[in-house]
């Protein structure tokens, strides 16, 4: 298994600016994600953090609106840029280790725009 | 496109009650099925997963889920809840090797 830990755990932000969002594990994994879960909702994967390269994004989310950081194998960060209340959601960090599609989570980030 | 349909978004059960939550899925290829909880204030956790072999698969908790491959369902299921088992319930499935995810099941149980 792996330990993840977030950073903020939650956090209340004004409209138009941006806020990051950090992502740690206790080991070295292969695979990062992020996901969106707004209130109501399932699960939305928004990217895979790839080390040493840019993330792949999944339909509707685009590189400048979620940047995406991974300059290591246990740390991504996600930064949600010019913010809207439309993107007040909580935002999970998962990870899968080496050969196995199992993901554990982070505790998520509770993000609320004013 | 795969999708995962739970069928209930909110279940109220007594304690002691017999539960079954419904989980299908769309894709006609392999897939590996999960079932993940999350209780109230903590992440989200792996409850049970099936990648081959016997079609019924038992988790932490008690809880147990059969693969049924003719109906695309993956359905979870405890004989007897308690009120720790209050919770959000996700089924997903990995495909491809992305987890698609069914929309979550609010359980309550009732004391």
């Known amino acids: 298994s792996a330990v993840i830990s977030q950073k903020p755990s939650r956090d209340i932000c004004q409209r138009g600016t941006s806020l990051t969002i950090q992502c740690q594990v206790d080991s070295q994994v292969t695979m990062m994600f992020w996901y969106r879960q707004q209130p109501g909702q399932s699960l939305t994967l928004i990217a895979t953090a790839n080390q040493g390269s840019e993330a792949t994004y999944e339909s509707g989310f685009v590189i400048d609106k979620f940047p995406i950081s991974r300059p290591n194998l246990t740390f991504s960060t996600l930064t949600v840029s010019n913010m809207s209340p439309e993107d007040s959601s909580i935002y999970l960090c998962?990870?899968?280790?080496?050969?196995?599609?199992?993901?554990?989570f982070g505790p998520g980030t509770r993000l609320t725009v004013l | 496109a795969q999708s995962v349909s739970q069928h209930n978004h909110h279940v109220i059960l007594s304690e002691a009650a017999s539960l079954e939550l419904g989980c299908n899925y769309s894709y006609g290829g392999t897939v590996n099925l999960f079932w993940y909880v999350q209780y109230p204030g903590q992440h989200l956790q792996l409850l049970l997963k099936y990648f081959s072999g016997d079609p019924l698969v038992k988790g932490i908790k008690g809880f147990e889920a059969e693969f049924i491959k003719s109906k695309f369902s993956f359905n979870l299921r405890k004989p007897s809840v308690q009120w720790s088992d209050t919770a959000e319930y996700f089924c997903a499935v990995n495909a491809d090797y992305q987890l698609i995810w069914g929309a979550g099941t609010k359980l309550i149980i009732k004391p």
């Open positions: 998962s990870v899968a280790l080496a050969g196995s599609i199992e993901q554990f």
